[in-house]
């Protein structure tokens, strides 16, 4: 198997070579896709690199709207995605329509919108953030009399006790990070009574509440990395604990539930990279006028962190 794997890798090795090409990872894809790629990261890590980087391909190992994300952020580069169909189910939730019809009905409100949106979306948005900064995003707004929030109700649940506003926020949710119960959390404390619980702010609030730390996916790695404590329980989708593991080898990390899969984060295997190097295929292009607005939002958030 291992043997196997490593046959798998070198191929894809030599086919970024020939193509000129980088593969970005989000922190829960599969242990093998996290292996092969030059850069593993949150959402924010990752459109960071995109941005930056000076290859000509980018193979991205995520789900749609971050392919998306890196189109927007580099429309010269090819954007690729081994499976296409890995969409996420949130950013699903809340269409252009939907969001429209709620700016009309607040016209005064500033619109923030969290990264896992279409870029129909992002185009419609005053702010863009990520889990990572949109306590700081919202900061921003003092002045602001109203604000709309979407499309996650949890984070936007986070952010307001954060920054003690009211805003005005839409219905959607992770039905991955959901899956993560309070009695998950207080099960793995009882058998781990000496670990610190990080949580992903896309949980359930009464699972948010019980947390040391509420952290995006890589502020769990530095953090995890950065602390004295040598056990932690993980509230996040599953993937990220394979990084963590093999960042602190010396250290323990205890999936708070271990259902809290995301099937689309695991649609990409190293077999789909192979392929989508060799076809150069599925292409994802985000048509001019709609980059350009949607540019602008995150181009905004951006200027803030
Ligand atoms: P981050 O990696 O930015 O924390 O995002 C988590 C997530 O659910 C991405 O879809
Ligand atoms: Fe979307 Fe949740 Fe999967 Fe992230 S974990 S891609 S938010 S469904």
Redesign the pocket.
């Known amino acids: 198997m291992a043997k196997e794997t490593s046959v798998l890798g070198n191929k894809i090795k030599e086919l970024k070579k020939k193509r000129n090409a980088i593969i970005l990872a989000?922190n829960?894809q599969l242990p093998e896709v996290q292996d092969a790629a030059d850069y593993r990261g949150d959402s924010l890590e990752l459109s960071r690199i995109a941005a930056k980087t000076d290859a000509e391909v980018i193979v991205f190992c995520?789900?749609y709207?971050m392919a998306e994300t890196a189109s927007i952020l580099s429309p010269d580069k090819k954007v690729i995605m081994p499976d296409i169909n890995a969409?996420?189910?949130?950013?699903n939730m809340l269409k252009a329509d939907d969001l429209k019809k709620l700016k009309a009905e607040h016209p005064k409100a500033v619109t923030v919108g969290y990264v896992?949106t279409s870029a129909e979306v992002k185009a419609e948005l005053d702010y863009c953030c990520t889990s990572t900064n949109a306590v700081a995003v919202v900061n921003v707004l003092k002045n602001s009399e109203e604000i709309i929030f979407v499309p996650?109700k949890y984070l936007a649940d986070f952010v307001e006790k954060k920054t003690g506003r009211k805003m005005i926020i839409w219905n959607g949710f992770?039905?991955?990070?959901i899956k993560i119960l309070p009695e998950d959390v207080k099960c793995e404390k009882k058998f781990h009574p000496f670990a610190k619980v990080m949580v992903h702010p896309?949980c359930l609030p009464q699972v948010v509440s019980m947390a040391d730390a509420v952290l995006s996916t890589s502020q769990m790695a530095k953090f995890a990395k950065e602390s004295e404590a040598t056990e932690f329980i993980v509230g996040t989708?599953i993937g990220l604990v394979y990084r963590l593991k093999k960042d602190n080898p010396k250290k323990e990390f205890y999936p708070a539930a271990e259902r809290a899969v995301?099937?689309?984060?695991k649609r990409t295997t190293e077999e789909k990279i192979i392929s989508a190097l060799e076809e150069m295929k599925e292409e994802v292009k985000v048509p001019e006028d709609i980059r350009k607005r949607a540019k602008k939002s995150i181009d905004r958030m951006l200027e803030i962190v």
């Open positions: 989000h829960y995520g789900v709207f969409g996420c189910p949130m950013a896992n996650d992770c039905p991955t990070h896309e989708e995301c099937p689309n984060m």
